[in-house]
């Protein structure tokens, strides 16, 4: 089916953005993909609730997953890609649940069809033609600092390492390596660290992002973070996967 593509949505806590995201979703043609599928991450306001009600509006099919407990950012991804891989789709889409992204670009990617070309195709808030509202001046400069230090360790372009936008191809995932990476935020690092060195077909694409909410990340923690994944994958590169994939 040219359709069998699932888009997934992780939400959490996300009262007051997610009618935003739920309007924007009827825009949606299903000539492109099968299913819209919503994680909530156990969130604690009214999230869920108004999923449940509007998903039965849509002229789609909905799915919707509640994780038993808060198991972070990369925790949802990894329910959706193993739900993916049950129901066998070819393609997943992430789009984020904060009512950060704009629909027209979800609408763009699956109308040009490109990322059928692509393993993974990131979506990227640097790139020429991408536009970032309400972002800081020094969140900015160390969004840059990070790609550039990323790109020059993994010795190509890297313009972003955590879109809010991106499209993954399934069968990338069935050697189950995505289970042994980190459940938080830092998750979408190790995909894009796990891409390029297995040599997968990569595509960065403009995405159009507005900043609405406070971010739950503490900053200086997640600095170390991306350091220490950085320094970690600089002496084991290759060896960081495979050692992983015998646990």
Known sequence: MD????????V???EKQIKNVLEDLKQLEQKKFDTVLFIDNNSTDSTLDII???STDYNFKTHLIKNKENIGLGGSFKVAINYAIKENFNYMFHYHGNNMNSINDLI???????FKDYDFYFGSRFEKDSEILNYSFLKKLGNLIFNRLYSFVLKKKISDL????????VSNFKDKLFEN?????TFQYYILLY???LNKK??????????NHKSNVVATKHIISMIKILINYIFKNKKMFEIKQKN
């Open 3 to 10: 359709n069998k593509n699932i888009i997934f949505i992780p």
């Open 12 to 14: 959490f806590n996300n």
């Open 52 to 54: 449940k009600k509007v």
């Open 108 to 114: 763009k990617i699956l109308k040009e069809s490109k």
């Open 162 to 169: 955590g879109g809010s936008i991106n499209v993954f191809k």
């Open 181 to 185: 990476f980190s459940n938080d935020l």
């Open 195 to 197: 891409a390029f060195t």
């Open 202 to 211: 990569i595509s960065f694409f403009p995405i159009r992002v507005k900043i």
